[in-house]
Structure formats: structure tokens, C-alpha cells
């Protein structure tokens, strides 16, 4: 039996990849994260305008001009700690929609490259399988993308993005477990807070910065540009259990059908 083409990344394909994958990136920095550059400025005009509002009914014979002030610097630290949760969850947003472009179209294009030798079940199968089974698959066909250098980047992104999305579950623990330093209690200043009990850790620990968004892009970026040009059907291949599953269940439908 002649060699034929499983998977194919055309030239073209991978360029549009990438660079909506690039635009996500640039535009998100600049329509979202960038309203975050000035938090502490923020809080302090917060605190200003307060003192401002406030400064209509203070009656220097009843009240204690340091009362006002102290309840202006209080504002600035409700408005401060707001507006910077706000921003976590803004890039933990961006994290998130950044990573699911990416996986959609990266089983969107293994769906479309089957039309020549799979089937229904088998798209459905790479649509529903969990990714690690996706980076089974091309561990299958001649490609080892765990021991590619982005490969621990994509990990961490997907773990921080299930964190993110599911709250306190398998994700975190294993995210805790891998890549600790995602965890507030990284910070010198919070460590001994967690350190006796783990037990309070959840999703509220979790931190992310500019960097770590950078680092995820970059990684998403690699794989796109690191994915073989063809993957073939050869002797050499190993199909993971679930794609020998539905091939022999859209072969059986086939027969079905031409009985």
C-alpha cells in the first residue's frame, strides 16, 4: 500500500495561523491590558475626586480635616485593589481566549485534513478527545511535540487557563504541582502565609503577569511554526486506541450504508 497524507499544513494555512494568532495578541495589549499601565495614578486621582466631593461638606468646626484625608487614602486602596483584581481578570481573559483560538483551529484543521480517509466519528472524536490525546496522536505519527522547547509554555498555559475557567480541581493541583511559581505564595512576602496549610490554596492565588502573556504568545507562536508539513500513513506510525476506534466505527458505517 502506496504512503498517503494524513495531515497537511500547507504553507498558506500556517501564515494565516500565525498571524491572527499575532493580531489576538497585539490588539488584546492594545485595547485591554494597556488601560492597566497606570493603576497607582488611578487610585490616587480616586482619592483626589473623593476629597473633592467630600470637601463640600467639611466644616472645619466639626470635623478633622485628617479624618477626610485618611478616608481619601482608604478610597485609593479600595480603588486600587479593585482595579487591579480587574486586571488580573482581564488577563487571565486574554490568556484564556488566546489559548482557545488556538486550540480550535488546531483541531478545526486536523477535522478537515480527514475528509480524504476518515469520517464522521472520527471528527467527532478530535473534536471531543482531551488535547493530551491530540499530542499523543502526532507522538504517533513521528512528531515527539512534548520534548519540543514551547511545549512546557503550552502545558502551563492550558493548566493556568483550566484553573481560570474551573476554579479549585485537578488543574490547580497539578498546575501547584508543576509550575509553583504561578502561585502567589512565589512572592517572598506571602510565602509563610500558605506555607503552613495548602489546603486554603484556590483559584484566587493565581498569578499571572505581562510576561507570562508574552511567554504563552511566543510558545503558541513556536508550534505553529514547528508543526511538520505532512504527517503519512507508513509503517512506522502508531494510531492512538481512539483514532483505531473510530476509524473501524466509520468503516462499519460505511458498510451500513452501502448494504
Not at 487610585?43 to 478633622?64: C, K, R, S, T
Not at 478530535?126 to 499530542?135: A, D, K, P
Not at 506571602?190 to 506555607?195: A, H, S, V
Request: net charge negative; with cysteine.
Amino acid at each position: 500500500m502506496h504512503d498517503i497524507t494524513l495531515f497537511e499544513m500547507w504553507g498558506p494555512i500556517r501564515k494565516d495561523f500565525i498571524d491572527s494568532h499575532l493580531f489576538y495578541v497585539e490588539q488584546a495589549r492594545k485595547r485591554l491590558l494597556s488601560q492597566f499601565d497606570n493603576v497607582d495614578q488611578e487610585a490616587e486621582q480616586a482619592a483626589e475626586e473623593w476629597l473633592e466631593e467630600a470637601g463640600e461638606y467639611f466644616d472645619p468646626d466639626m470635623h478633622d480635616p485628617g479624618d477626610f484625608y485618611e478616608a481619601a487614602y482608604d478610597k485609593s486602596i479600595e480603588f486600587g485593589l479593585l482595579l487591579s483584581e480587574m486586571m488580573d481578570q482581564t488577563r487571565l481573559s486574554v490568556i484564556a481566549g488566546m489559548f482557545h483560538q488556538w486550540e480550535k483551529q488546531l483541531r478545526d484543521w486536523l477535522a478537515k485534513e480527514t475528509k480524504y480517509w476518515g469520517g464522521e466519528t472520527v471528527v467527532s472524536k478530535i473534536w471531543s478527545v482531551n488535547l493530551g490525546e491530540i499530542f499523543t496522536l502526532f507522538e504517533g505519527l513521528g512528531w515527539n511535540v512534548r520534548d519540543e522547547v514551547f511545549f512546557a509554555k503550552i502545558d502551563t498555559c492550558r493548566l493556568v487557563v483550566n484553573v481560570y475557567k474551573h476554579g479549585k480541581g485537578t488543574a490547580l493541583k497539578e498546575l501547584r504541582k508543576k509550575y509553583p511559581k504561578y502561585f502567589i505564595d512565589s512572592l517572598p512576602e506571602m510565602k509563610d502565609l500558605l506555607e503552613l496549610d495548602e489546603s486554603f490554596l484556590d483559584h484566587t492565588h493565581l498569578m499571572v503577569n505581562n510576561e507570562d502573556v508574552d511567554e504563552f504568545s511566543e510558545a503558541i507562536a513556536e508550534f505553529w511554526k514547528k508543526v511538520p508539513e505532512r504527517f503519512m500513513n507508513s509503517q512506522t506510525i502508531f494510531a492512538p486506541k481512539w483514532l483505531e476506534d473510530a476509524l473501524l466505527k466509520d468503516r462499519e458505517i460505511r458498510n451500513n450504508r452501502n448494504k
